[in-house]
């Protein structure tokens, strides 16, 4: 039962724990690094680790998306962002990446996506893309889903994500019409994930459109300013947790349909990674980490997709850091610095080796303790 607390005369609220609240526990046995694998698998799409980049112009285009691809991760590009609406975007880039502290970035980045998306770029970039011979997965949000989608189609992807920083499987609307998740899936042949979720009860819903994966969280960070622009924050511990209690009724429900869940938010170091991994989800939808290697097409600046919202921004721009290296090394090593930040996945490894567990089904099952 969820810790319930009386926050004032007829008002309550539930207990959540974010990730820096809690902590992996090491059981009797100990494995070698070396017999452990972070494999994992999408639909009919293998993986070599759990890392989905976060649709961000700042991190991914269709060349970091396929470097990304190449290395055993999942790129998503975002068919709503700048590669879609320009020809050649390098120079909005440069000049976005340059910003700094300038008080006028968020302004330069609406003005930068007020341009029109072209669908003929669409299919450019997802051309590109599966020309590289990488799985192929663009964004889309909710709102442009049906208007976009026949484009996105023709244009060959492998996997849709449907993401917005909230999603639900019932939308109501009197004046558009709102998409059915669950009609809109049916009639497609290909592997959809959708999200963001915060709760069981939505996880359970979209997992009933037929999804085949789950995001779950809103891609809170330091940058992030859904709390202060919409009161809404998710504590992730408890969301992952949550959410693969509902996959647990789900597979139940339906007799064994598996749902990936894919966590996106507050996620910074391998050990976070490895939480994450702990409290159920799957894999990992990475943002701000990736804006830091070689490959990040802003070099080293960072944004949310929301931070460019024309009325309602939900994200500050964050100044461009200095690089840590390549994407390689960021994912794979060597580290030279001891913060997390570098080797994520061989940290996340090491982890699941410390505690016993030799592939990341069974390293769902770890201990865990409240350490605040």
């Known amino acids: 039962m969820r810790d319930v607390v009386e926050i004032g005369l007829g008002k309550t609220a539930?207990?959540?724990?974010?990730?820096?609240?809690?902590?992996?526990?090491?059981?009797?046995?100990?494995?070698?690094?070396?017999?452990?694998?972070?494999?994992?698998?999408?639909?009919?799409?293998?993986?070599?680790?759990?890392?989905?980049?976060?649709?961000?112009?700042?991190?991914?285009?269709?060349?970091s998306a396929i470097a990304l691809g190449r290395l055993g991760g999942l790129g998503v590009l975002n068919v709503e962002g700048l590669w879609t609406r320009y020809e050649d975007p390098a120079k909005v880039l440069d000049e976005l990446s340059a910003l700094g502290d300038d008080p006028r970035a968020t302004q330069r980045l609406q003005e930068a996506y007020a341009e029109p998306i072209r669908p003929e770029l669409i299919a450019e970039r997802v051309r590109q893309m599966r020309d590289a011979g990488i799985t192929v997965a663009v964004r889309v949000s909710p709102q442009h889903t049906l208007a976009l989608a026949p484009v996105i189609l023709d244009a060959g992807v492998d996997i849709l994500v449907i993401q917005g920083t909230i999603v639900s499987a019932e939308h109501v609307s009197t004046t558009d019409e709102p998409l059915n998740l669950k009609e809109f899936i049916a009639d497609l042949d290909l592997p959809v994930?959708?999200?963001?979720?915060?709760d069981y009860k939505t996880a359970l819903h979209l997992m009933r459109t037929g999804a085949a994966g789950v995001i779950v969280g809103v891609g809170a960070d330091e940058w992030s300013t859904t709390d202060t622009v919409l009161g809404i924050r998710v504590p992730m511990a408890t969301a992952i947790a949550d959410a693969a209690a509902a996959r647990r009724?789900?597979?139940?429900?339906?007799?064994?349909?598996?749902?990936?869940?894919?966590?996106?938010?507050?996620?910074?170091?391998?050990?976070?990674?490895?939480?994450?991994?702990?409290?159920?989800?799957?894999?990992?939808?990475?943002?701000?980490?990736?804006?830091?290697?070689?490959?990040?097409?802003?070099?080293?600046?960072?944004?949310?997709?929301?931070?460019?919202?024309?009325?309602?921004?939900?994200?500050?721009?964050?100044?461009?850091?200095?690089?840590?290296?390549?994407?390689?090394?960021?994912?794979y090593g060597p580290a030279d610095d001891p913060d997390g930040q570098l080797n994520?996945?061989?940290?996340?490894?090491?982890?699941?080796?410390?505690?016993?567990?030799?592939?990341?089904?069974?390293?769902?099952?770890?201990?865990?303790?409240?350490?605040?």
């Open 14 to 63: 539930q207990r959540g724990y974010h990730l820096d609240d809690i902590a992996i526990v090491p059981s009797r046995r100990t494995r070698d690094v070396d017999d452990v694998s972070t494999a994992w698998q999408l639909d009919a799409y293998p993986f070599r680790i759990p890392c989905v980049g976060h649709p961000s112009d700042a991190t991914m285009s269709p060349d």
């Open 193 to 198: 994930v959708v999200g963001g979720c915060t």
């Open 249 to 331: 009724d789900y597979l139940d429900e339906t007799g064994g349909r598996y749902v990936h869940l894919i966590a996106d938010g507050g996620l910074q170091t391998s050990g976070d990674i490895a939480k994450a991994l702990g409290c159920g989800a799957d894999a990992v939808m990475l943002g701000e980490p990736l804006s830091l290697c070689d490959e990040a097409p802003a070099a080293g600046a960072w944004w949310h997709s929301a931070a460019s919202h024309p009325k309602l921004p939900r994200g500050a721009y964050g100044a461009a850091g200095e690089s840590l290296g390549s994407m390689e090394k960021l994912l």
């Open 344 to 372: 994520l996945f061989g940290g996340l490894r090491r982890a699941m080796a410390k505690c016993g567990y030799r592939d990341l089904k069974e390293f769902q099952k770890v201990g865990l303790v409240l350490d605040r």
